[in-house]
């Protein structure tokens, strides 16, 4: 039986590091998960059974990503916060049907993890309106075909939350959630060939006449689309505030190793170059604290999309700049098996993942009367 944990952030900090210590060695992503379940944080932060549809919180997940980063490695971190900030939510629209309850409770248990899978093996991950996953909608049952391609967690979840169009034409009402489990008839898992985001189980998916129930369907067939697109809002706000996390922690890290390494008689910390190079990503992390300072809490309905794609637009380049630079100051010792040069590899992830900056910047282009009426 799962504990309830505190939802005030300070009580929420205390459930979460003890899950933590209990869970098993960094990248360990499912005794990970399944500590979090029990501990309650994942009931914590999810969508709310009671108001099914409503959007998680990012601010909250602020507090566990923070946590989950001072730890464990960038793909743990990324497997939880697909979960928690748009697999969750999409799946909790539709907690009428059986199936979806049941893996819905499971996953907010940390017995069973979760993936999402819109980005399609047939077309661009920034083009999803062309996506090529076909899902034939029957009156008892739905036949899937198609493929999906750098899911986090294809490896490791019991079910996918799959991205399929039940209807032809290129509108954004063509597009259907199905629930699949990852071991059906005619589903093949294979794991991406990279060594990067340990502990993201990232993969890709094929289905091949896989066949499920009616009832696997979530939400009302056509509503994909928007839903997605009102839960990666989410998730890209929730990232943003993880890149900030991230930055912190690099820049502590890289001022305590200045403040240690012998340079021309003193230490590198003494150096007036060193110091404006690092003072720079000081003023960089102060940029992202004002736009982080304008996220808002809550299951509210007051964020935009364009708010989550100019922050993701935005850290992707402030991550880049300061991970980056901070390789350049801690010099050779970024390269070690623990050294933040992988780290800065996995960082540039942030302008892809989740929404391409191309895409985004295109988005916010869209809304250029909107972003400029907020700014006054
Ligand atoms: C670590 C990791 C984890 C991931 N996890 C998941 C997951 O869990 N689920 C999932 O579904 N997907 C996942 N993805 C896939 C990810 O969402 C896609 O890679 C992303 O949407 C971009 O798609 P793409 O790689 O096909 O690039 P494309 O969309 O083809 O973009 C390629 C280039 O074109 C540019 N571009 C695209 N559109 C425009 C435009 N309109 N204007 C200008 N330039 C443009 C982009 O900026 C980019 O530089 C993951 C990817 C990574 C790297």
Known sequence: MPEAAATDRTGLRTSIASALDRAGAPGDTAAL??????????????????????????????????????RHPTGTVLSACVQLATALPILAEGLDSDPVRSVYEATLDGEAQLALATTDSGAGGSDLMEATTVAELGEDQVVLNG????????????????????RPARHFTSFVWVLVPTDAAGVTVEPTTTRLFLGSGVGNLRFDGVTVGRDHVVGRPGRALPSFARHIGTERLASALWARAICRRVLDRTREQLAGHPLHGRTAWDNDAVRARFAKCLVELRRMDALCATIQGGPDEQRTAVDGMIAKAAVAESLQ??????????GAAAFADDGIAHLHTEAAAWSIAGGATGAMLAGVADHAADVLKASR
């Open 33 to 70: 998960w399944r500590e979090l379940g029990r501990a309650g944080v994942l009931r914590a932060l999810g969508p709310s059974g009671t108001t099914p549809g409503r959007a998680a919180d990012p601010l909250a997940l602020e507090v566990l990503l923070t946590e989950l980063d001072a």
């Open 147 to 166: 493929g999906k391609r750098w899911i986090t967690n294809a490896t490791t979840a019991g079910h996918a939350l799959v991205l399929a169009r039940h």
């Open 321 to 330: 700049y300061v991970v980056g630079e901070c390789v350049q100051l801690q």
